[in-house]
């Protein structure tokens, strides 16, 4: 499944949530802009399984050095999605395939995001 992402509001260190239904379920994802670069991810702690920005679009932490789980605060690398500190230290979040065009962002969600 294909989420469709406008790059127009999504300024540097900004972030944007989106959700796609996949095999009849709402999934959820977001993307964050750093460096002139986009980034992917679902938008699943790795601690429990809730939305990182508690659905405010809000993923980074206080000085924006990292994506941040604003549940109990676990920190993860904006590039990579590994958990540096909180609960889930080590842990990785899981990165989505993103396409760039003119305007928008084509961010793939696989099937498999979806259990059986
Ligand atoms: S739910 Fe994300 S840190 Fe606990």
Redesign the pocket.
Known sequence: MIAKVSKKNLDELTGKGFSVKVRGKLVKGFVVKKGGQFYAYMNV????P?T?DLNDDNFFTFDKAYLQ?H????MYEIETGFCVG???QGARLEPLKLMEEQNDLLITVPESSVEK
Do not use: F, S
Request: proline share 7%; glycine share 14%; hydrophobic share 35%.
């Open positions: 702690c790795k601690h429990l809730v990182l789980c549940m109990h605060g676990a909180g609960p889930c």
